[in-house]
């Protein structure tokens, strides 16, 4: 019944091999040589590999969801659902989404004039972060950027959380409460794997939006948060699955 869910998990592995690899160059160069500038055509490049990762990673959360939601209200066809081609297809599903939807990031940015000091605030390039420097109208780029955020990470939460709530009328139909916690138990590698990832996220568009008044180091460390932490801890949690 595993099977499926170590290929995921393996694929959430390279995804976070990728976004380590991404980021941490500039984190570096900036924090310990003191490094403090980029080439445009290189955060460009930074902040494709950056977002596509990031959607990536919310994708795979979402189809570990699917599998917990199979595994736990439907068991008996568990094997015929969740085949290895099919697994491997949403899996696919997931890095053409994310690439189609980070594709166009780049060429929009690239067709505005950056007339201002073009001072980042974090140690490594983001959309939400680039689309503050230029000069021109910038309401396209707030407009798909939007459009993208709520069709990636808004509708893959939304998916998870439907999910469990479906997961959790189905575990309370169960009448041992052994049984039930021992069903529960399953998801508690994945729930983790949400928290972990979602968490920092809304940590970091708090932060922006609400505390712009905040020190400089705030923003910062949540930044960092957000982009290292995930990845630091999803091998632990690995760990402790197996």
Same mark, same amino acid.
């Given at each position: %019944?595993?099977?499926?869910?170590?290929?995921? %998990?393996?694929?959430?592995?390279?995804?976070?091999?990728?976004?380590?690899?991404?980021?941490?160059?500039?984190?570096?160069?900036?924090?310990?040589?003191?490094?403090?500038?980029? @080439?445009?055509?290189? #955060?460009?490049?930074?902040?494709?590999?950056?977002?596509? =990762? @990031?959607?990536?990673? @919310?994708?795979?959360?979402?189809?570990?969801? =699917?599998?917990?939601?199979?595994?736990? +209200?439907?068991? %008996?066809?568990?094997?015929?659902?969740?085949?290895?081609?099919?697994?491997?297809?949403?899996?696919?599903?997931?890095?053409?989404?994310?690439? +189609?939807?980070?594709?166009?990031?780049?060429?929009?940015?690239?067709?505005?004039?950056? +007339?201002?000091?073009?001072?980042?605030?974090?140690?490594? #390039?983001?959309?939400?972060?680039?689309?503050?420097?230029? #000069?021109?109208?910038?309401?396209?780029?707030?407009?798909?950027?939007?459009?993208?955020?709520?069709?990636?990470?808004?509708?893959?939460?939304?998916?998870?959380?439907?999910?469990?709530?479906?997961?959790?009328?189905?575990?309370?139909?169960?009448?041992?409460?052994?049984?039930?916690?021992?069903?529960?138990?399953?998801?508690?590698?994945?729930?983790?794997?949400? %928290?972990?990832?979602?968490?920092?996220?809304?940590?970091? @568009?708090?932060?922006?939006?609400?505390?712009?008044?905040?020190?400089?180091?705030?923003?910062?460390?949540?930044?960092?948060?957000?982009?290292?932490?995930?990845?630091?801890?999803?091998?632990?949690?690995?760990?402790?699955?197996?």
């Amino acid at each position: %019944l595993h099977q499926p869910m170590y290929h995921l %998990l393996a694929l959430l592995s390279v995804n976070d091999l990728g976004v380590s690899s991404s980021t941490l160059p500039t984190v570096l160069a900036t924090f310990c040589f003191h490094l403090k500038k980029i @080439s445009f055509d290189s #955060c460009m490049a930074q902040m494709f590999f950056i977002h596509f =990762f @990031s959607f990536t990673e @919310s994708g795979i959360l979402l189809v570990m969801s =699917f599998d917990r939601y199979v595994a736990i +209200c439907n068991p %008996l066809r568990y094997v015929t659902v969740l085949t290895d081609a099919r697994v491997a297809r949403m899996g696919m599903f997931v890095i053409i989404r994310s690439f +189609c939807m980070v594709f166009p990031l780049p060429f929009l940015l690239k067709r505005l004039p950056f +007339c201002k000091a073009n001072v980042l605030s974090h140690a490594y #390039c983001l959309h939400p972060d680039l689309i503050r420097l230029p #000069c021109g109208d910038i309401t396209i780029n707030n407009i798909f950027g939007l459009f993208i955020v709520i069709s990636t990470f808004g509708l893959d939460s939304a998916l998870i959380v439907i999910s469990y709530v479906l997961i959790l009328r189905s575990v309370l139909a169960i009448a041992s409460w052994e049984e039930r916690l021992k069903t529960l138990n399953t998801c508690v590698s994945h729930m983790c794997a949400v %928290l972990i990832f979602y968490v920092p996220m809304v940590g970091v @568009s708090m932060a922006a939006r609400y505390g712009r008044h905040a020190p400089q180091y705030v923003h910062t460390l949540m930044s960092l948060i957000y982009l290292f932490v995930p990845p630091m801890l999803n091998p632990i949690r690995l760990l402790n699955q197996n």
